[in-house]
T-cell receptor
Framework: DAKTTQPTSMDCAEGRAANLPCNHS???????VYWYRQIHSQGPQYIIH???NNETNEMASLIITEDRKSSTLILPHATLRDTAVYYC????????????FGKGITLSVRP | KAGVTQTPRYLIKTRGQQVTLSCSPI?????VSWYQQTPGQGLQFLFE???????NKGNFPGRFSGRQFSNSRSEMNVSTLELGDSALYLC??????????????FGQGTRLTVV
């Protein structure tokens, strides 16, 4: 079973920041938080991951709470092309490559 | 660098037939994982191969099998197809299984329709 809980859907206006929440209250100390997204009819795309520190790359920022029970993916300036299903996944690195996907959150960016 | 290549992109098969799907990982990647995506069940892990060995397997019947070749290319096979096997089959590659800073790169998938 997926170890994360995400809202079913959300929307935001183009050009605004999109803040996607994720709860992972049972996360273990050695589990990382990963975010992937899947644009319609394409394979999932890696976005970002982190353990306990906040992370930023060219696509997004990941904010992890101090107790690590939740996190937020931030798309700073959402575009129409960011409309997709976003998956929050927790995973132990070093064990295997298996990703357990939940239902994800559908982000709709409106013009 | 070329991405993950899956062939064919689309496939239509009849119930009872068998099918083989192919995945070529990114050059230098040695781990290949397979996933099934359906509207009802979402994305589900099938199995993972590394160095020609199956390292991990999901909860699927024995009709689903796979293998990996010495060049890291992988195939998955589904025998005695059922209507419920209609799905998007996705392949993901990574350099080494589950190591630090090793995200998985997915292909575009093979859309299998069983009629």
């Amino acid at each position: 079973d997926a170890k994360t809980t995400q809202p079913t859907s959300m929307d935001c206006a183009e050009g605004r920041a999109a803040n996607l929440p994720c709860n992972h209250s049972t996360i273990s100390g050695n589990e990382y938080v990963y975010w992937y997204r899947q644009i319609h009819s394409q394979g999932p795309q890696y976005i970002i991951h982190g353990l306990k520190n906040n992370e930023t790359n060219e696509m997004a920022s990941l904010i992890i709470t101090e107790d690590r029970k939740s996190s937020t993916l931030i798309l700073p300036h959402a575009t129409l092309r960011d409309t997709a299903v976003y998956y929050c996944i927790v995973r132990v690195n070093g064990a295997n490559s298996k990703l357990t996907f939940g239902k994800g959150i559908t982000l709709s960016v409106r013009p | 660098k070329a991405g993950v290549t899956q062939t064919p992109r689309y496939l239509i098969k009849t119930r009872g037939q068998q099918v083989t799907l192919s995945c070529s990982p990114i050059s230098g990647h040695r781990s290949v994982s397979w996933y099934q995506q359906t509207p009802g069940q979402g994305l589900q892990f099938l199995f993972e191969y590394f160095s020609e060995t199956q390292r991990n397997k999901g909860n699927f019947p024995g009709r689903f099998s796979g293998r990996q070749f010495s060049n890291s290319r992988s195939e998955m096979n589904v025998s005695t197809l059922e209507l419920g096997d209609s799905a998007l089959y996705l392949c993901a590659s990574s350099p080494f299984p589950g190591t630090e800073n090793t995200e998985a790169f997915f292909g575009q998938g093979t859309r299998l329709t069983v009629v």
